[in-house]
């Protein structure tokens, strides 16, 4: 199977900080990618996509780096309700089916405090 | 929109017993996709359908495991017999397919005793 590793955490930060998260992937024909973020005893909810010229959404800005295989996360002025685990999702094609399928990271925990 | 609906949201069964999770994709999702998540190894793709046509069924544990898209609006994973290591939470999950992200259920936490 193909691996998407991602640093564990948790990230410890202060209200107000800026934290980064990193994902390699291993699979170079990968195709698409996304952040999810997972609150406690809930469900893996889409954070946002990545796209290959970087992309920001508010406080969040994602970068893909294909050369080196890696996906990056950065929030800024980080929120109490920031707190959560964040997922890297590649999307990659199966060979000679026509098919894709996803692969998660295990996530990396993100606790802000106050 | 309802989402994608899972039920039971939880199940506690004895070791050995049968266990039938259900899954309704949203609307017009071609791709439905059962996950499982523990802490130990994060979330994995048990099985996907695509049109309902299983396409991929490599994650599925052993045997005891089968899954079912019988229509496009219905899916159930069903473990027999059950024993405490299936224990975890079982998410379904649906997409257009393409770009699109995964949209995902409430998940059903399984607890084998």
């Known amino acids: 199977r193909k691996e998407v590793e991602q640093d564990p955490g948790p990230f410890n930060v202060p209200e107000g900080a800026t934290v980064a998260f990193n994902c390699t992937y291993s699979?170079?024909?990968?195709?698409?990618f996304f952040w999810y973020r997972q609150d406690c005893r809930k469900e893996p909810k889409l954070l946002m996509s990545?796209?290959?010229s970087g992309n920001e959404d508010g406080r969040f800005t994602a970068q893909l780096n294909r050369a080196s295989q890696y996906i990056s996360l950065l929030i800024r002025d980080s929120k109490l309700s920031d707190s959560a685990t964040y997922l890297c999702?590649?999307?990659?094609?199966?060979?000679?089916?026509?098919?894709?399928?996803?692969?998660f990271g295990k996530g990396t925990m993100l606790l802000v405090s106050p | 929109d309802a989402g994608v609906i899972q039920s039971p949201r939880h199940e506690v069964t004895e070791m050995g017993q049968e266990v039938t999770l259900r899954c309704k994709p949203i609307?017009?999702?071609?791709?439905l996709f059962w996950y499982r998540q523990t802490m130990m190894r994060g979330l994995e793709l048990l099985i996907y359908f695509n049109n309902n046509v299983p396409i991929d069924d490599s994650g599925m544990p052993e045997d005891r495991f089968s899954a079912k898209m019988p229509n496009a609006s219905f899916s159930t994973l069903k473990i027999q017999p059950s024993e405490p290591r299936d224990s975890a939470v079982y998410f379904c999950?649906?997409?257009?397919?393409?770009?699109?992200?995964?949209?995902f259920g409430n998940g059903t936490r399984l607890t084998v005793t």
């Open positions: 999950a649906s997409t257009l397919g393409g770009n699109s992200p995964l949209h």
């Open positions: 609307s017009g999702h071609d791709y």
């Open positions: 990545v796209y290959s």
């Open positions: 699979n170079s024909a990968s195709q698409s």
């Open positions: 999702v590649v999307k990659w094609a199966v060979m000679n089916s026509g098919y894709s399928t996803l692969t």
